[in-house]
């Protein structure tokens, strides 16, 4: 695997790639490395003839109370990881090389209506941060196709919504969440978590799992929250939201009919907050 860390480095290489008619993948990272993003490269190698990764903290989808200072970096593994799953180029820029200009004086990127519910809304800017980065990086590999994780709900919505609103020719592929053996979605967070808190966050998948499984029987969406809400509450856990939404657009789910929904939970456990979801089916009844 080789290494670059400026802009006309990694386009020279890649320009070098399309001239022999290989297709790219691209998987943008903020590094700290685990299973869940090596899947994504297993993903992205399936769709393409070569693979580039990024690694970079991004200092704008980072609130001022957040946590940007402490996010854990870890280079050297990050780098034997990648190389040791396929990854052919991995791009490293510093903060000048993505923000020439400083980051207050950025050019933004915000998109309309699916960035703004629930992350949105518990994290003001967080999604015009993740926006302007990806098309940045986007502008930069100029991928035919990227692959985004699916624990990232919203994030993942976001980006799709982004890439059709801007023409932008890519192909955005959806990986499945890697989950640790008790349902505890696979997360950079969770090397904060104790043991006995790690062990407990499995009720996160649990909970989302039987609000699915209402959905299915026809029970109405208030209910199901509620139990979601208490659930959680049981083992300890903090919620920010428990709540079904449209999967298409993460419009709420009450009075919309049969259409395929998600259950999403942010909750938080001592000093860590995690996120994590399930697809679901239509609703049973229109009243659900």
């Known amino acids: 695997m080789d290494s670059v860390v400026d802009a006309a480095d ?3 290489r890649v320009s070098t790639w399309r ?11 903020m590094g700290n490395l685990h299973a869940g993003h090596f899947s994504l490269l297993t993903r992205a190698r399936a769709h393409a003839d070569r693979v580039v990764a990024s690694i970079f903290v991004n200092p704008t989808q980072f609130g001022p109370n957040e946590d940007f200072a402490r996010y854990p970096r870890t280079p050297e593994r990050d780098r034997n990881g990648l190389a040791a799953h396929g990854c052919d180029l991995l791009f ?3 903060i000048e090389e993505l923000y020439p200009f400083g980051t207050a004086a950025s050019t933004r990127v915000e998109v309309a209506q699916v960035s ?3 992350e949105g809304a518990m994290r003001p800017g ?10 940045k990086l986007f502008n930069l590999v100029q991928p035919d196709v990227a692959v985004f994780g699916r624990k990232d709900y919203q994030q993942l919505l976001v980006i799709r919504r982004m890439v059709v609103d801007l023409r932008l ?18 997360s950079s967070r969770n090397q904060y978590l104790t043991v006995g808190e790690r062990e407990r966050a499995g009720v996160i998948h649990a909970t989302l799992e039987s609000m699915c499984e209402a959905v299915g029987a026809g029970q109405a969406v208030q209910t199901i929250e509620a139990r979601a809400h208490a659930q959680l509450a049981a083992a300890g856990l903090v919620a920010d939201y428990a709540t079904l939404r449209r999967a298409d657009d993460l419009a709420e789910a009450r009075d919309l009919g049969p259409v395929p929904l998600v259950a999403l939970i942010a909750a938080r456990l001592g000093k ?4 994590d979801n399930v697809a679901c089916g239509a609703p049973a009844s229109a009243d659900s």
């Open 126 to 135: 967080h999604f015009v941060g993740v926006a302007t980065v990806v098309t």
């Open 92 to 94: 490293a820029p510093a």
């Open 169 to 186: 020719p890519i192909d955005i592929v959806a990986a499945p969440i890697v989950r640790e053996a008790n349902g505890l979605a696979m």
């Open 272 to 275: 860590t907050r995690l996120i």
């Open 116 to 118: 703004e519910p629930l």
């Open 19 to 29: 001239s022999a008619g290989l297709r790219v993948a691209f998987v943008p990272t």
């Open 10 to 12: 990694l386009r020279a």
